[in-house]
């Protein structure tokens, strides 16, 4: 029996959530005496692969196959369950993003699978199988009982620390089986951002609202995630008044993140943008009202005028850099 985590790849290379997830299946094995099996979709050179043995994944199956290499909920649903039935994998592991979620309800209706979504930590039990995971946009815990035979976890990111633990990882190339079935969409036109930190990778956020007061007063926003190698965000309020760009908006109709430290500057935390960034691990507020929601969420916060506060606190760590 095993534990198969989906290790997903981008232009044939491994980002940190990659990682995140091997250290995570890594560890339910380890907890339930399996093996920890991940599996590769695409052209992923070898070295590649193996980087995924330093987290204790020590097994790699690799499919290449040019009907995989545009991502299809379908497709690669039959592919995962056809690898999962094969290693006997009781507990699937997937990404909580656009790929896990599509895929994680397919998965569970092929394997007669529970599934639990957005979890962030390993489960408090494993007979009763129970399983945490936050609701109610951050604001509570909820235990959740998977009770089928196998299961299906989506893992949200930046939410389980990597572990290093190296292990000899064996790779095998696997033919995917595709016979009756075929690719129901496809992409016409791909265009990669460049020159800019994507907020889904970001570790560092920093991010603006109507407490800027002005789109012209951006500057030391963007002044702050550069010293700090971070990206720039913002509420819905300041990209539907056209400030900044819709991309950057974070909240539960924007993009939902959980980077390990988010500034949110003149933003008083409404319940939609704080379900979208109540996951990162420190959040820093700044904002005039004592009394904003926000300061509720945050480990840090500063009362007093952002666009007074905010040139003062990038002055700061400018001196520091520099010194």
């Known amino acids: 029996m095993s534990v198969l985590v989906y290790t997903e790849n981008w232009n044939g290379k491994f980002k940190k959530l990659s990682f995140e997830l091997a250290s995570y299946a890594s560890r339910l094995a380890e907890m339930l005496n399996m093996d920890p099996i991940a599996v590769s979709i695409g052209q ?17 199956i690799a499919i290449e196959n040019d009907a995989l290499k545009q991502f299809d909920t379908q497709t690669y649903t039959k592919v995962i369950a056809d690898i999962a039935s094969r290693e006997s994998a009781k507990l699937l592991v997937l ?58 976890i989506t893992l949200a990111q930046n939410s389980f620390d990597l572990i290093e633990k190296p292990a000899d ?64 965000a913002c509420s819905r309020p300041v990209s539907d008044e056209g400030w900044r760009p819709h991309e950057e908006h974070t909240g539960q109709t924007g993009k939902i993140i959980a980077p390990n430290l988010y500034f949110a500057i003149g933003i008083s ?7 979208g960034i109540s996951a990162s691990k420190y959040i820093v507020a700044i904002n005039n009202d004592k009394d904003a929601p926000i300061f509720e969420a945050a480990q840090y916060g500063i009362v007093g005028d952002a666009t007074k506060v905010l040139p003062k606190l990038v002055e700061a760590l400018r001196k520091a850099k520099s010194a």
């Open 44 to 60: 992923v050179d070898r070295d590649e692969l193996e980087k995924l043995a330093g987290y204790g994944i020590k097994k790699m």
């Open 95 to 152: 990404a909580n993003n656009n790929a896990g979620k599509s895929l994680a309800p397919r998965l569970s209706v092929r394997l007669k699978a529970a599934v639990a979504s957005g979890v962030g930590q390993l489960p408090e039990k494993l007979s009763p199988f129970v399983i945490k995971k936050r609701v109610f946009s951050g604001n509570a815990l909820a235990g959740l009982e998977l009770r089928t035979e196998t299961k299906i």
């Open 169 to 232: 990882m064996v790779i095998e190339k696997a033919e995917a089986d595709l016979a009756g079935i075929a690719p129901k969409t496809s992409i016409k036109d791909v265009q990669i951002q460049t020159g800019k930190l994507l907020l889904s990778d970001a570790e560092i956020v920093v991010s603006g609202g109507r407490g800027m007061k002005s789109p012209d007063n951006w500057g030391p926003i963007e002044e702050l995630a550069g010293l700090l190698n971070g990206a720039t």
């Open 269 to 275: 935390g409404a319940t939609q943008h704080l379900a």
